[in-house]
Structure formats: structure tokens, C-alpha cells
């Protein structure tokens, strides 16, 4: 009966409703647009932040000792003099000790992984490793103060120092009273746990070389050897070498791992069995106990420095890995 | 001649294999070392007295870790409370809205940087930030501490898998008019569920083995304290002031607690793995 005044209004009603929800609609999806490019802003600005609240706080230690912070290992808190050459020697050395070792067997099994690596044992070791890369640093410091430290003490130790005695270089560089504990045992442990890392990386680049590229190598008449060193490491070189930056900028940072058995010394000796320290691991020790500010300060320009060294090694791996992303995506096979 | 050259290639690639074969050998042999030290050293530490009783004084006879597990049960839980959905949603700006934006890729890279950072410089950054402005060391310092180190990691897990749902899905929702939210929520997200929670738990295994950024934020404690505003203990730090220390009964509790955490760490992983391969399989 009364149909046709209410046919007349709903209509309008309707659209309002309509026009309401879509607004409505549309008002969550801008929000939910801001809030998703607000998170991504966070990250931005906590990687800012990082860079200016540590420089803000190394800022007194650089302003008060200048280059000299630099360039000086008097490590000081009596008389307030600090110089971080010690901490970076330590860093670098036990880094790159760490790499030597790490990196020729870290390719390695890479290389075992996916060329002769029978094919029922290739997922469990493949992810035997993954799992292990994992396991947090701590473990390894523990493992290497209560287990490795002693053991090298007793055995390896002293038989270094002794068969390399009359060697010209090397009798300085393996020297000293066998303590267990040093450069040498640190870079070990850092090796054993970027060592997982390295194969990771390695394998995932290795698996990218094109089976085609490989195929006719074999085809040729190539064996698995020719095949590796001459048609996969030469594709795969820029995602190895960014694999190894990676590792490298963990190596650097590494804190606690190293805390353990670098022994810390703040000096600089020739024997890689002397103790020693690590930028890292002196902040780890020492910053609760830093009582006054250039202390503390000299401290965190120590981690600042540390920062900035690991964000160029980092940069660095990616953009080699980015490289090889494109040319892998870019390349048809 | 032939024949020699022939003879001399094939002894290269068998010693080339050996080589690798040893190399194996050698890096599985260490990590092989370390996990059965831990097992043997610690297993016989672990009973009920470990989660029951706190930290014991010096000489360290007969205690536990209770304080420092429930300290890294709150801290964990507050720092995925925090990341996670930070992680997510910038994970998803960067899959579905940034995508390749210059400032996506500026974000995308610095991420990548942060997943990498030296734990130690986050702990110095939050403790300039939070400790020195507060004035004291606190438990929600270092929460802050693992949040940040959880963000990253769930971010670019997080854009992965969303680059990884097909574009047909997307092109479907937005063919029924929906808008951009309501695809990524309703559609987006679902489809690419398993793989983010695998995210949150490999940051869950990350965080619960960290120690350098809980040193200077959330120090230690060596009482019961579930007070955020206050020192908290946790596991990591304890067994590192354990196991420095010269009491035999210390460094039985910190076998213990380094055995605890790898498995816990082990554990999360193998789940996170589990979870993530059934989406794989679906």
C-alpha cells in the first residue's frame, strides 16, 4: 500500500548509507596506507637515530683527543687518556684471521654441498648447517673459555711455539707463555661461527650458476673440478665475495663469542697467542663499570667507530649481492 | 701423452673432491664438538631446581635460573610485542606500497644493514637512548634492545613472503572493488600467514640467545624482579657473569642455562622450519 513513498526514499538513504561506508572505507585504507609507511619511516629513523645518539655520545672522547683517538692504545681510565688503536688492531686482526680461515673451508663444503655431495645427505647437512648458524655466540664463548681455551693450552700451543722457535717471522708471531686464551684462540671460535654463515651464502650463490652453463662444461669434456673452479666460481664470484663481506661485518661486530677468549689486554704485541682485545668486546666489559664521561664516552666512539666500519663492509657485501640478484633474475635460461 | 695429461686431470678432481670432502669433515666436526660438549656438560645440571630456584650467590651451590628465564621470557615477549607489528606492517609497505620507490629501496637496504649490526652498538644505542635519559637500568631498556633486533628480521621475512603471494590474487580483490587495505588484510596477509609466523620465531630464537645488548640496558638481577622499571635478570647475561667467574658451582649453572637456550634456540628453528615447508607443500 505504501509502497511507492517508501520506494521513493530509501533509494536516497541507501546511497547516503553507501556514501558513508565508502567514505568510511576509504578514510581505513589512507590510515592503513600511513600506518604501514609510518613503520617503514621507524625503520629509517632508527638507523638515523643509531648513527646520530652514538656520535652525539662519542662526541666529547672525539672532541677531547682528537685524531689521537685514533692513533694512540693508551687505554687509561686513571688519568682519562684514551686512544682505541689497540681495539681496532685487535678487531681487525682476529677478523681477518677469522676469514682466512673460515672462508677457504666455508666454500668448501659449499662446493661439497652441491657438486659431490651424494643426493640423500644433501638436505641434512644442508640444513645441519643452517641450524647451526643459529646457535647464539654466547654458546661458542662458552664453549671456547671451558673446552677449547684449555685444550690448546696443554697441546697445540706449546708445540706451535716450539716447532716455529727458529723461524725467522714466525717465531714472533707464535710466541709468548701459552695462556689458552688470545688473538689466536678468538679469531678460531669467530671462525667456527661465521664459518655456517659463509657455506650459506656460498651454496645459495653456487645454486644459482645455470645447470645449462654447467651442462656444457661437462659436455665439453670438463671434470667436476674444471667445471667448479672454471664455469661456477667465476659466475658465482660477486655473490662470494658479498657472502664474505657478510661474514666479515659479522666477524667485526661479534661481541660475545670473542669476550670470552681474547683475554683483555689493551696493547698490541707481535704474538698472535698474546691477549688482546676487540673494540666489541672492551664496550662488552668495561661500559657498566665506565665511571666517569670521556670513560663512558670513549667507549661508545669506540662503538661508533665500530658502526660505521661494519656499515661499510655491510653496504659493501650488498651491493655485490644486488648485483648478482639482477643478473640473475635478468638472466633466461 | 694424452693419457698422461688425462691421468694428471683426474687426479686433480679426486684431490679436489677429498679436499672438500675434508673440509666438510673438519667444519661439521667442530660444530659436531661444541654441541656434544654442551650436551654432555649440561644435561646433568638440568632438573627441576634450574626453573624453581634463583640464581645462587657466590659459590653458586644448589640454585637455579628462574629469576633469569622468567627476565627473558618478559623482555622476549615485549620485544616481539613491539617489533613484530612494526616488522609487518613495514614489510608490507615495502611489498605492496613502496615496492620500487626510491625510498623503498633506501629502507629495503638499511634494513638489511640493521639485520647485520652489531648487536653490542644496538645495546649502546638503547642505552644512550632509554638508561641514560632515565637514569637507571631497566628491563623495558633491554625489551627495546631485542625489539629493534626483532624488527628487522620480521620485516624481510615479512616482504618475502608477501612478493612471493601471485599477483592474480591481488588483481582478483581489486576486481571485486575492494580497496588496497582490505586485500592486504584479508587476502594478502592469509595467504602469506605460515611464512610470516616463521619470521617471528626465527627473531624469537634470534632474541632468546642474545646477550650484548641486554649488558648495559637491562643488566642483571640477582633476585626474583618482574618489575619492568627495574634490572632484570636474563638468561644470556647470567651465564656470561657465570661462566667468567671462579666458582666451580657458577659455571655448572651456566652449562646448564647455555644448554637450555640452544635447545631452545634449536627447537624455535626446527618449528619455524616445519611451519614454513608445510606452506611450501600446501
Known amino acids: 500500500m505504501n509502497d511507492s513513498p517508501s520506494r521513493a526514499a530509501p533509494p536516497r538513504l541507501e546511497t547516503a548509507v553507501k556514501a558513508a561506508g565508502a567514505r568510511r572505507l576509504e578514510r581505513s585504507n589512507t590510515l592503513f596506507r600511513q600506518l604501514t609507511f609510518g613503520s617503514a619511516l621507524l625503520v629509517l629513523a632508527i638507523f638515523v637515530g643509531m648513527f646520530c645518539v652514538l656520535l652525539y655520545g662519542a662526541w666529547p672522547a672525539l672532541h677531547t683527543f682528537g685524531v689521537s683517538f685514533f692513533t694512540k692504545s693508551v687505554w687509561n681510565p686513571v688519568t682519562e687518556k684514551f686512544g682505541i688503536l689497540a681495539l681496532v688492531y685487535g678487531t681487525l686482526v682476529t677478523s681477518a684471521l677469522a676469514m682466512l680461515m673460515a672462508l677457504?673451508?666455508?666454500?668448501?663444503?659449499?662446493?661439497?654441498?652441491?657438486?659431490?655431495?651424494?643426493?640423500?645427505?644433501?638436505?641434512p647437512i644442508g640444513i645441519s648447517i643452517e641450524l647451526l648458524a643459529g646457535i647464539p655466540s654466547i654458546i661458542y664463548g662458552v664453549w671456547g673459555l671451558f673446552v677449547f681455551a684449555p685444550f690448546f693450552q696443554r697441546t697445540?700451543?706449546?708445540?706451535?711455539?716450539?716447532?716455529?722457535?727458529?723461524?725467522?717471522?714466525?717465531s714472533s708471531l707464535f710466541a709468548?707463555?701459552?695462556?689458552?686464551?688470545?688473538?689466536?684462540?678468538?679469531?678460531l671460535i669467530l671462525a667456527i661461527m661465521i664459518l655456517p654463515l659463509i657455506t650459506a651464502v656460498t651454496r645459495d650463490v653456487f645454486d644459482t650458476a645455470p645447470s645449462v652453463l654447467k651442462e656444457a662444461a661437462y659436455g665439453l669434456g670438463c671434470m667436476t673440478r674444471e667445471t667448479?673452479?672454471?664455469?661456477?666460481?667465476?659466475?658465482?664470484?660477486?655473490?662470494?665475495?658479498?657472502?664474505?663481506?657478510?661474514?666479515?661485518?659479522?666477524?667485526?661486530?661479534?661481541?660475545m663469542a670473542?669476550?670470552?677468549?681474547?683475554?683483555?689486554?689493551?696493547?698490541?704485541?707481535?704474538?698472535?697467542?698474546?691477549?688482546?682485545?676487540?673494540?666489541?668486546?672492551?664496550?662488552a666489559n668495561e661500559f657498566t663499570e665506565a665511571v666517569g664521561d670521556l670513560y663512558k664516552s670513549s667507549l661508545l666512539a669506540a662503538g661508533f667507530f665500530l658502526l660505521f666500519i661494519t656499515f661499510v663492509?655491510?653496504?659493501?657485501?650488498?651491493?655485490?649481492?644486488?648485483?648478482?640478484?639482477?643478473?640473475?633474475?635478468g638472466m633466461r635460461v | 701423452m694424452n693419457r698422461a695429461r688425462y691421468e694428471r686431470r683426474k687426479l686433480n678432481n679426486t684431490i679436489f673432491l677429498l679436499t672438500s670432502l675434508l673440509a666438510t669433515a673438519f667444519g661439521l666436526s667442530w660444530l659436531l664438538a661444541i654441541l656434544g660438549n654442551l650436551?654432555?656438560?649440561?644435561?646433568?645440571?638440568?632438573?627441576?631446581?634450574?626453573?624453581?630456584?634463583?640464581?645462587?650467590?657466590?659459590?653458586?651451590?644448589g640454585g637455579g635460573l628462574a629469576n633469569a628465564i622468567v627476565g627473558s621470557l618478559i623482555m622476549s615477549a615485549i620485544a616481539v610485542a613491539i617489533g613484530t607489528p612494526v616488522g609487518i606492517l613495514a614489510g608490507t609497505w615495502l611489498a605492496e606500497y613502496g615496492r620500487y620507490s626510491r625510498f623503498a629501496q633506501v629502507v629495503r637496504s638499511l634494513n638489511d644493514i640493521l639485520l647485520s649490526a652489531p648487536s653490542i652498538v644496538i645495546g649502546l644505542f638503547v642505552y644512550e637512548l632509554i638508561v641514560a635519559t632515565t637514569h637507571h637500568f631497566s628491563g623495558f631498556a633491554g625489551a627495546c634492545a631485542l625489539a629493534f633486533i626483532v624488527i628487522p628480521i620480521v620485516l624481510r621475512q615479512t616482504e618475502t613472503m608477501l612478493l612471493l603471494v601471485p599477483n592474480s590474487l591481488r588483481e582478483a580483490t581489486s576486481a571485486l572493488g575492494a580497496p588496497t587495505a582490505f586485500i592486504v588484510q584479508r587476502v594478502i596477509w592469509r595467504s602469506a600467514r605460515a611464512g610470516i609466523i616463521t619470521g617471528v620465531l626465527l627473531a624469537i630464537a634470534r632474541i632468546s640467545g642474545e646477550t650484548a645488548p641486554l649488558l648495559f640496558t637491562a643488566l642483571n638481577n640477582a633476585f626474583w624482579?618482574?618489575?619492568?622499571?627495574?634490572?632484570?635478570?636474563?638468561?644470556?647475561?647470567?651465564i656470561f657473569q657465570m661462566a667468567v667467574s671462579p666458582y666451580k658451582g657458577w659455571h655448572e649453572l651456566a652449562w646448564a642455562g647455555a644448554l637450555l637456550i640452544t635447545a631452545t634456540v634449536l627447537l624455535l628453528s626446527v618449528i619455524a622450519r616445519i611451519i614454513g615447508s608445510e606452506d611450501k607443500h600446501r
Open chain 1, 104 to 123: 677457504p673451508v666455508g666454500v668448501g663444503i659449499a662446493v661439497f654441498l652441491t657438486e659431490f655431495c651424494p643426493r640423500p645427505l644433501r638436505r
Open chain 1, 156 to 170: 697445540a700451543q706449546p708445540f706451535l711455539v716450539d716447532v716455529f722457535a727458529d723461524a725467522p717471522v714466525l
Open chain 1, 176 to 187: 709468548g707463555p701459552p695462556y689458552g686464551i688470545g688473538l689466536f684462540t678468538a679469531s
Open chain 1, 228 to 255: 667448479v673452479w672454471k664455469v661456477v666460481i667465476p659466475y658465482a664470484r660477486a655473490g662470494v665475495f658479498g657472502g664474505a663481506m657478510l661474514a666479515l661485518g659479522r666477524a667485526l661486530g661479534e661481541t
Open chain 1, 258 to 283: 670473542v669476550t670470552f677468549v681474547i683475554g683483555n689486554a689493551h696493547r698490541i704485541k707481535a704474538s698472535l697467542f698474546a691477549p688482546a682485545t676487540t673494540i666489541s668486546a672492551a664496550i
Open chain 1, 313 to 329: 663492509v655491510l653496504a659493501l657485501a650488498q651491493l655485490m649481492l644486488v648485483q648478482l640478484e639482477k643478473r640473475a633474475g
Open chain 2, 39 to 61: 650436551l654432555i656438560s649440561g644435561i646433568t645440571h638440568i632438573n627441576l631446581d634450574l626453573f624453581t630456584k634463583m640464581t645462587p650467590p657466590p659459590p653458586g651451590e
Open chain 2, 225 to 238: 624482579s618482574t618489575d619492568l622499571n627495574a634490572p632484570m635478570a636474563s638468561v644470556p647475561v647470567v
